[in-house]
């Protein structure tokens, strides 16, 4: 079916494209950007950790002006509602079956190659997401921003912003809605039987109801699934590892011989190992892609740095524990090494070898949460650049019917490897584009870092921060008074 939807060289040739790019300009530039924003932050990702907690039930408000509704009341979207729709586009398919794909055609060191850019990116994360929040902007009902916006306003550089709002509407709002569709139409088909077509529809239904919505009914569906379905999926996981825990010595000699090719099955594949290990590790955790800062920018706090912490913890959330926890379900069962399994029907299988028939209809509803919430997600961020782009609203309610109709019934017909191929090609683009920014932009960032720790140094408990701080880019900075 996939054939009437993308021919088989064209496959080819973007799977070439995308080898070309990974290999000699992505892997390397995304590790030695998170060893500088490591070093530069000293540690911002590992020292700060229980900040991070801490800030998940801020509940500051200042700064809200020019956000009062009809009724002057102030609407604002808080830590954690923001916290809540990057967990909800980070958490979807890229744990259960990006994990599997990444395993099955990496071996099991690609895990571990996972743990490393997770570890590194939740660095970048944090530049990131404190340089959305700086360069943030007031809207109608909501604050907004994102790299077009610090691209615009921090680099004065107005191609590269509209290059990058391009970039991530086509990625996010479309090729990656259509792998999110396409993985939950696998599930349910292995599970259940049910007709792919049928499912897309019924998707595309439900999705395009909630995007019109908002980001409002966004925030507040994201903040009941995430939590329902991450605490669901780990407890179920953690369970099954428990119950194999006398493996897990062996599973992590597994995953670290495979990862640098001490095995003598990984032995010639070592580049495909790490290569499949970074690029499912940032699909699935997102730090460096540019995605994240949309959402952090619309939170209402009272320093920058506050969301940028809040950020760099999903990455930990994200890649740490729930990919983790995929990771020892597969490689405990065994069934890695099946080369007719692949994806989520990996993933299903190896659940059904440990819990029975219950696994593959748990994952089916499990994947059904994670990824119809990384899709109204995902949607959000085309719209934040949408609307960095054009005021049209004739322009953004076309955006709505492809994002949450057309490319959602594409991916819910099309195969695992079109929509993969598609996304990572859609994913090099996008993250080499926002590296340069927040490379140039980081000194912000780091500058406000250092402020946020003189502050809680000096006995502040809630630091607070107003343009007039950074007189150099105060006339860049819309928000903040």
Same mark, same amino acid.
């Given at each position: 079916m996939a054939s009437h939807l993308l021919n088989q060289p064209m496959n080819?040739?973007?799977? *070439?494209? %995308?080898?070309?790019?990974?290999?000699?300009?992505?892997?390397?530039?995304?590790?030695?950007?998170?060893?500088?924003?490591?070093?530069?932050?000293? &540690?911002?990702?590992?020292? @700060?950790?229980?900040?991070?907690?801490?800030?998940?039930?801020? !509940?500051?408000t200042s700064g809200t002006q020019g956000l009062e509704d009809k009724n002057n009341n102030h609407r604002h979207i808080s830590s954690f509602q923001a916290f809540a729709v990057s967990v909800a586009t980070r958490v979807g398919t890229g744990n259960l079956a990006g994990v599997a794909t990444a395993i099955a055609i990496g071996g099991p060191g690609a895990v571990f190659w996972m743990w490393i850019i997770a570890l590194l990116g939740s660095a970048t994360a944090f530049i990131e997401s404190t340089l959305g929040q700086l360069f943030k902007q007031r809207h109608k009902d909501s604050f907004i921003g994102g790299p077009a916006y610090y691209i615009l306003k921090g680099m004065h550089c107005r191609w590269m912003a509209y290059l990058f709002a391009i970039l991530i509407t086509i990625t996010f709002g479309l090729s990656y809605n259509s792998i999110?569709? %396409?993985?939950?139409?696998?599930? @349910? *088909?292995?599970?259940?039987?049910?007709?792919?077509?049928?499912?897309?529809? +019924?998707?595309?239904?439900?999705?395009?109801?909630?995007?019109?919505?908002?980001? =409002?009914?966004?925030?507040?569906? #994201?903040?009941?699934?995430?939590?329902?379905?991450?605490?669901? /999926?780990?407890?179920? +996981?953690?369970?099954?590892?428990? @119950? $194999?825990?006398? =493996?897990?010595? =062996?599973?992590?000699?597994?995953?670290?011989? #495979?990862?640098?090719?001490?095995?003598? !099955?990984?032995?010639? @594949?070592l580049g495909a190992t790490i290569m499949n290990g970074v690029k499912r590790g940032l699909f699935s955790n997102e730090a460096g892609e540019g995605s994240a800062p949309n959402v952090a920018a619309t939170a209402t706090v009272t320093h920058p740095v506050k969301q940028g912490l809040i950020q760099a913890l999903g990455v930990f959330t994200d890649t740490l524990l729930v990919c983790s926890c995929t990771a020892?379900?597969?490689?405990?069962? &065994?069934? /890695? $090494?099946?080369?007719?399994? %692949?994806?989520? +029907?990996?993933?299903? +299988?190896?659940?059904? #070898?440990?819990?029975?028939?219950?696994?593959?209809?748990?994952?089916?509803?499990a994947i059904f949460l994670f990824a119809f919430s990384s899709i109204i997600g995902n949607y959000y961020y085309g719209e934040a650049n949408i609307r960095f782009m054009t005021s049209s609203q004739r322009v953004l309610t076309v955006f709505r019917l492809l994002s949450g109709g057309a490319m959602v019934m594409f991916g819910a017909l099309a195969s695992l490897e079109v929509v993969w191929n598609l996304g990572d090609l859609c994913m090099a683009l996008i993250t080499a584009c926002n590296l340069i920014a927040i490379v140039v932009l980081s000194k912000h960032a780091f500058w406000l870092l250092d402020d946020y720790r003189r502050q809680k140094r000096s006995g502040i408990k809630e630091p607070k921060f107003h343009k007039d701080m950074m007189p150099e880019i105060a006339h860049d900075l819309d928000c903040w008074d």
């Open positions: 080819e040739l973007i799977t *070439h494209i %995308n080898d070309a790019l990974w290999t000699y300009l992505l892997i390397g530039t995304l590790i030695v950007c998170g060893l500088w924003f490591t070093w530069k932050t000293k &540690g911002v990702q590992f020292r @700060m950790v229980g900040e991070m907690f801490r800030l998940l039930t801020d !509940s500051a999110q569709s %396409n993985t939950i139409c696998g599930a @349910m *088909h292995e599970a259940f039987g049910w007709d792919p077509l049928v499912v897309g529809i +019924a998707i595309a239904a439900v999705a395009l109801v909630i995007v019109f919505g908002g980001i =409002h009914r966004i925030a507040k569906v #994201s903040s009941v699934l995430v939590p329902l379905m991450t605490i669901g /999926y780990f407890i179920l +996981a953690l369970v099954i590892v428990v @119950m $194999n825990i006398q =493996h897990i010595p =062996h599973v992590l000699k597994v995953i670290v011989d #495979s990862a640098f090719g001490l095995e003598q !099955s990984a032995g010639g @594949m020892f379900v597969i490689l405990i069962s &065994g069934l /890695y $090494n099946v080369p007719e399994l %692949n994806g989520i +029907a990996l993933t299903q +299988a190896a659940l059904s #070898s440990e819990v029975g028939t219950f696994g593959p209809a748990f994952i089916a509803i």
